[in-house]
Structure formats: structure tokens, C-alpha cells
């Protein structure tokens, strides 16, 4: 995706870049465009890999410096070059392109070095914006090799989805740490709710339990006084269980009263 802005300072419309779109993106080449102007060498820097890569030549810097960015393809004299210069606070705007190949592609190797765990997390991050949505290491993997055509480890491909998966949704330690300021605002915005958090000596997590007081109200007054409760494994970092406690209406469809989560379903959470 491209957006346009005035550039007050050269005169002249300047193309805005979007990174991202990742492994839908067939052609990176084409992104690549003499006046384009990206949000940061960073930026600059992974479409000019992606393009090495959907391409099948290696890079080379030439010059990396605070304001001026030259890379050249690795094998010489091959003329492709991409030349870029600083042009606000952070952005990089492409003044020289040369996309033409005199080397012989034909020895780039299946592994390709621009294919970092950083660039493929970067690519795949999208496909974790929904919760449901299920994108594993091994699917990374043949992803790369169909549409890149490059050959990634599958230590490669599990570091690339944990760290998208990391940017997208956070770390797990960041997600417990938020754990008694949701339960706060749960009680606060839900008259009646139950929530309780453990914790160990060092002030680790421990247990955790919550009952909207909604469902507890619900139980009460509509549902048979009976109580079933089920746990099921986290596959999470810290792994764990999570337990449900469901009662039945009139109809006998479930109701749930009340979570938790604990070790293990036999110890004493
Ligand atoms: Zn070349």
C-alpha cells in the first residue's frame, strides 16, 4: 500500500511506502522506485532484502552511514545497485535504482542470508492479529519455500512466529503483570464480579480465579444447583490448566459460573 505526501523541502510529491504484506508479496522489485520515500533505513532495508530474496541474489553494503544508504548485488560487476539519502528525521528516499542483473543468479544457494528471523517475523505478524487464527512454524517454513522460494530451518521459522507473535500480542510475563489491573477493572465495571489472584513468596503468579458477577447472579436464580468442573492444559509458555466451572439450565446447555487457572488439576490450585 502507497500513500503520497508534499515534500515541502524538495518540491515534489513524495511515495510513501507501507511495509508489510510479507509473504503475499510476490515481486518486491517493484517497490523499489527511484523517488519512494520509506519511514526509516530500517524500512528501506527489509524491502530491499525481500527483494533479494524473491529475486535469488545476495546483498552487499557498500555504505551504511547515518544519512546516506548503498547497496550493490554481491557478485561483481553486477551493475543493481539501490543508492538512498536521508530526507526528514527518520526517512530515506531512493535517488539512484539500477534493477538490472549481468550476474548469473544461478549460484545463489537454496538458504538465502537476508531471510532473518527478524524480516520473517516481521512478514508473518499479520496472520496473529486474530485470535483464532492459527499459523504455525511449519506453515512459516512451506510459506517461505512456495513463495520465496528459499529453504528456512525450522528453528528459523518457531524464532520468527514467537517473536511476531511477541510484537503482535506482547510477552507472556507482560500479560500476567496486567492480570490485577484487569481484575480491578472487571470488579469495577462488573457489579458482583469475584476475582482472586495467588501469588508466592517471591510475588510470582501463582492461581488465579474470577466469576462474573453477572454468571453468578445467573446461577442463582435460573439453574439447577449442580456444578461440573473441567480443566484443560495451556500450551503457553508457562503451560498451566484452565478450569471452567459450568452448571446446566432447564434445557441442559451449559452455563458457565466461574475460571481458573492453576498448575495442575491434582495440586492444590
Ligand atoms: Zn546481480
Known amino acids: 500500500m502507497h500513500t503520497s505526501r508534499a515534500d515541502l523541502k524538495h518540491g515534489q510529491s513524495l511515495e510513501y511506502i507501507h511495509y508489510g504484506g510479507g509473504l503475499l508479496c510476490i515481486n518486491w522489485e517493484?517497490?523499489?522506485?527511484?523517488?519512494?520515500?520509506?519511514?526509516?533505513?530500517?524500512?528501506?532495508?527489509?524491502?530491499?532484502?525481500?527483494?533479494?530474496?524473491?529475486?535469488?541474489?545476495?546483498?552487499?553494503?557498500?555504505?551504511?552511514?547515518k544519512r546516506r544508504l548503498c547497496v550493490r548485488c554481491w557478485q561483481l560487476p553486477c551493475p543493481w545497485k539501490v543508492?538512498?539519502?536521508?530526507?526528514?528525521?527518520?526517512?530515506?528516499?531512493v535517488v539512484i535504482y539500477d534493477p538490472l542483473h549481468e550476474c548469473d543468479l544461478r549460484y545463489v544457494s537454496s538458504h538465502h542470508p537476508q531471510a532473518t528471523t527478524e524480516l520473517l517475523s516481521d512478514c508473518v505478524k499479520w496472520r496473529f492479529q486474530d485470535s483464532s487464527s492459527i499459523y504455525t512454524a511449519a506453515d512459516i517454513k512451506k510459506d517461505v519455500k512456495q513463495n520465496f522460494g528459499v529453504s528456512?530451518?525450522?528453528?528459523?521459522a518457531w524464532r520468527s512466529r514467537e517473536l511476531a507473535f511477541k510484537r503482535i500480542r506482547g510477552s507472556a510475563e507482560e500479560s500476567y503483570s496486567l492480570l490485577p489491573s484487569y481484575c480491578y477493572e472487571l470488579e469495577h465495571t462488573n457489579p458482583g464480579t469475584l476475582t482472586y489472584i495467588e501469588t508466592d513468596a517471591a510475588d510470582h503468579f501463582s492461581y488465579f480465579f474470577m466469576a462474573i458477577g453477572a454468571c453468578i447472579q445467573g446461577f442463582k436464580s435460573s439453574m439447577r444447583p449442580v456444578i461440573a468442573v473441567d480443566g484443560t492444559h495451556l500450551k503457553c509458555k508457562y503451560k498451566g490448566v484452565l478450569f471452567v466451572a459450568t452448571a446446566f439450565d432447564g434445557n441442559r446447555n451449559i452455563y458457565p459460573v466461574a475460571f481458573g487457572i492453576g498448575d495442575l488439576e491434582t495440586d492444590a490450585a
Open 83 to 93: 543508492r538512498a539519502y536521508k530526507v526528514g528525521l527518520h526517512e530515506f528516499k
Open 152 to 156: 528456512i530451518s525450522y528453528s528459523t
Open 30 to 65: 517493484a517497490n523499489l522506485k527511484v523517488g519512494r520515500v520509506y519511514p526509516n533505513k530500517i524500512a528501506l532495508l527489509k524491502t530491499i532484502s525481500l527483494a533479494a530474496i524473491t529475486g535469488h541474489f545476495r546483498l552487499r553494503t557498500v555504505q551504511s552511514a
